[in-house]
Every structure is written in structure tokens, then in C-alpha cells.
């Protein structure tokens, strides 16, 4: 039972980069999935997430109008488009899944993702001319 990000690399300042989330194990359906980032001395960024039910997505402050999230659940993958990336944008990137909470906010039941949520492997971003 794993989760599988994949996607990052090198890109220069104003250019795009897809990352994904693969499932394997589970069903990714009834999850809420997403990402979250964390650059170098910094805390842990909460990035993005969508909903299990209607897919409805969510945008941290700093990556909303650039990003955009989207799942497959047929493909059992979740996938961030990132465009218009700035240098503040390097970090690692993971993905989690968490499940989702009847009666609660989808992002607030995603960004107490803890150890006990399934976490793929980060995947390095780096933003730089």
C-alpha cells in the first residue's frame, strides 16, 4: 500500500511542471488527496487537495490562480499542473491521502494529514534560471 509522486525536476522561472500521485494498494475514491510542500528551514506548506465525493478542489493562498488539481479515479492518480512557477515555488512536494471525515471540511480534514494517512515519497521542485 503506497503512494507514488513523481514529476519534479528543474524549470526555469515562469514555467510549468505536472506532478503525480499514483495509489497502489487501495482505492484512492473515498479519499481526500493533495500536496504539500516544504522547502528548506521551512515548515511544512499545505498546497492543495481534492475531495473523494465531488471533486471539488482546494488552493493554498500562494500557488491559487497557478495551480490546478485534478484526480483520476480510474487511473487511481491525482495530478498538480503548476504554471507561471516561481523561485519561491522550490521545495519537496508530497502527496498524501486522507480519509475523508463525514461532517468535516474537506480542507480541514486534510491538513491534519499525520502518520497515520498514506504519504508518497516527496518529489523535488526546483525553480531557478
Known amino acids: 500500500v503506497q503512494l507514488q509522486a513523481s514529476g519534479g525536476g528543474l524549470v526555469q522561472p515562469g514555467g510549468s511542471l505536472r506532478l503525480s500521485c499514483a495509489a497502489f494498494?487501495?482505492?484512492?475514491?473515498?479519499?481526500?488527496i493533495g500536496w504539500f510542500r516544504q522547502a528548506p528551514g521551512n515548515k511544512r506548506e499545505w498546497v492543495s487537495c481534492?475531495?473523494?465525493?465531488?471533486?471539488?478542489?482546494y488552493y493554498g493562498h500562494s500557488v491559487k490562480g497557478r495551480f490546478t488539481m485534478s484526480r483520476d479515479n480510474d487511473e487511481n492518480t491525482a495530478y498538480l499542473e503548476m504554471h507561471r512557477l516561481k523561485p519561491e515555488d522550490t521545495a519537496v512536494y508530497y502527496c498524501?491521502?486522507?480519509?475523508?471525515?463525514?461532517?468535516?471540511?474537506?480542507?480541514?480534514?486534510?491538513?491534519?494529514?499525520?502518520?497515520?494517512?498514506?504519504w508518497g515519497h516527496g518529489t523535488l521542485v526546483t525553480v531557478s534560471s
Open positions: 481534492v475531495s473523494g465525493s465531488d471533486r471539488t478542489t
Open positions: 494498494g487501495f482505492t484512492l475514491e473515498r479519499y481526500i
Open positions: 498524501a491521502a486522507v480519509l475523508s471525515a463525514p461532517g468535516m471540511h474537506t480542507i480541514n480534514t486534510f491538513t491534519h494529514a499525520n502518520e497515520n494517512d498514506y
